[in-house]
């Protein structure tokens, strides 16, 4: 079946630095990704609709410029928080759709700003 | 915008026994998807089961079914003979079926299913 992997699992950063997450669509190609964000005990909030080779859609109320999402091609999209600050803490899970069920997600990512 | 209503943060049920959680949507719109997953301890979304609007039959899945109510919106999850690997977050989710494959998921909050050996 598609499989979506996400790197890093787990990640630290001191406030003020920049992390990249990867999300790679690994036997199927996804013209469309999402991010989610997900705070403890609750559920998955949408962040953006990434789409391959053109600008991402962002939700309102995401800070565009602080959540950079790269969608280079068919199967990598990139999530970059930037100036990351300990309120940026969070899990973030991506998902890619593969035609009209296929619809899988990471494993997530646990990031900590310290 | 869709809206998805889980109203049962928390449920338990002792292990070979069934429960039922339960779902609810608002949407103005006649063909679209749902969607329950399972969000185990590792966080891995993993898909349970879903179902097709313009289906009336209820989806099945092993131990898992549906209860899909259309007029009602609503999608109730029964998950029969339960075991302890069923323990997990149960999220029920929507997404329409304008463009498949460009639509977000609309997620509910969440139904925290406790299982008891």
């Known amino acids: 079946g598609a499989v979506v992997s996400q790197h890093p699992s787990r990640v630290i950063c001191k406030s003020g630095t920049s992390v990249k997450i990867e999300c790679r669509s690994l036997?199927?190609?996804?013209?469309?990704m999402f991010w989610y964000r997900q705070f403890p005990k609750q559920s998955l909030m949408l962040m953006a609709t990434?789409?391959?080779?053109?600008?991402?859609?962002?939700e309102q109320g995401v800070e565009k410029d602080k959540f950079l999402i790269n969608h280079a091609s068919l199967t990598l999209s990139t999530l970059t928080v930037t100036s990351a600050h300990p309120e940026d803490s969070s899990f973030y899970i991506c998902?890619?759709?593969?035609?009209?069920?296929?619809?899988?997600f990471g494993s997530g990512t646990r990031l900590t700003v310290v | 915008a869709q809206t998805v209503t889980q109203s049962q943060p928390e449920m338990s049920v002792q292990e070979a026994e069934t429960v039922t959680l339960s779902c609810t949507y608002d949407?103005?719109?006649?063909?679209?998807?749902l969607f329950w997953y399972k969000q185990p301890p590792s966080r891995q979304m993993i898909l349970v089961i879903r179902?097709?609007?313009?289906?009336?039959q209820n989806a099945t899945e092993n131990r898992f079914s549906v209860n899909f109510q259309k007029a009602a919106k609503s999608f109730s999850l029964k998950i029969s003979d339960s075991q302890l690997g069923d323990a997990a977050m149960y999220f029920c989710a929507y997404r329409s079926a304008r463009d498949p494959t460009g639509n977000q998921f609309y997620f509910g909050t969440g139904t925290s299913l406790t299982v008891i050996p």
């Open positions: 179902q097709e609007a313009y289906k009336q």
């Open positions: 036997d199927f190609q996804a013209t469309t």
């Open positions: 998902s890619a759709t593969q035609g009209v069920y296929g619809y899988t």
């Open positions: 949407t103005s719109e006649s063909d679209y998807y």
């Open positions: 990434s789409n391959e080779g053109s600008k991402a859609t962002y």
